[in-house]
């Protein structure tokens, strides 16, 4: 007897996760292995550039990985504090799906040395 797992027919898990932004809902979705490799390569990086330029563009990928639907132009308009809030929020998103990580300690707005 053949057994057959079809990837394609297992439903999207729901992650249950919404941020709105300028009356938009973006609805969070499920990290692609690419995306998270993509992610945890960038918290590495953020640590190593002192460049804030650099650092911010490493974000906004980050939480651009897990809401696609949110524009660039709208995550760069960002106060701090609302930056700051994303940010924690899409971590500990990360953090339950996945387990402690690097990720979870770093602060897109800390100085870098």
């Known amino acids: 007897m053949t057994k057959l797992l079809n990837l394609d027919e ?18 969070m979705q499920p990290m692609s292995l690419g995306a998270f490799v993509d992610t945890q390569r960038l918290a590495q990086s953020i640590g190593d550039d ?23 132009a709208d995550l760069r308009g960002l106060r701090m504090d609302q930056l700051q809030a994303l940010f924690t929020f899409l971590v500990a998103q990360e953090t339950d799906a996945v387990g402690e990580s690097s990720a979870a300690t770093a602060d897109p707005t800390a100085p870098r040395r």
Do not use: C, S, W, Y
């Open 10 to 27: 297992l439903p999207t898990r729901d992650l249950g996760k919404t941020v709105v932004l300028k009356g938009q809902t973006h609805v």
């Open 50 to 72: 002192g460049d804030v330029g650099v650092q911010l563009d490493a974000v906004i990928r980050q939480i651009r990985n897990v809401f696609p639907t949110m524009p660039e």
